[in-house]
């Protein structure tokens, strides 16, 4: 059975990609980033999050496969998304179809 937890910039499913679909697979997760494309990511921002999934993932070995858990997970790599937002690491697209400033205004400069 397919587990999911998405959230506005994470998502993260119990499969794997084969031909661009996802086929329902317990023993995979993926980890899909910013599916909107909302913001401006560089690889140092992206491996900061593929970090943290790494080690939360690790944190909750052992335990029962649940979306309560999957959804723990997504939730706390939304909230460092947050902060690399807030830090100016990662910017808003603003080619972005939807731009709504959903984690907080952006930084003008002086």
Same mark, same amino acid.
């Given at each position: ?11 993260? +499913? *119990? ?6 679909? !996802?086929?329902? =697979? %317990?023993?995979?997760? *993926? ?5 909107? =494309? %909302? ?8 491996? &900061?999050? +593929?970090? &943290? ?11 029962? !496969?649940?979306? /309560?858990?999957?959804?723990?997970? @997504?939730?706390? !790599? %939304?909230? !460092? ?6 830090? @100016?690491?990662?910017? /808003? ?6 731009? =709504? /400033?959903?984690? @907080? ?6």
């Amino acid at each position: 059975m397919l587990l999911k937890s998405t959230t506005r910039h994470i998502h993260i +499913y *119990t499969a794997e990609i084969k031909d661009e679909e !996802l086929v329902d =697979n %317990e023993q995979v997760l *993926t980890l899909d980033i910013d599916p909107d =494309n %909302e913001f401006n990511w560089n690889d140092q921002a992206v491996q &900061k999050v +593929y970090r &943290k999934f790494d080690e939360l993932v690790e944190a909750f070995s052992g335990e029962d !496969l649940t979306e /309560y858990n999957l959804r723990r997970i @997504g939730s706390d !790599l %939304e909230h !460092l998304v947050r902060s690399l937002i807030q830090k @100016g690491e990662i910017s /808003y697209n603003l080619d972005c179809r939807a731009v =709504n /400033y959903s984690m @907080g205004l952006p930084r003008v400069g002086n």
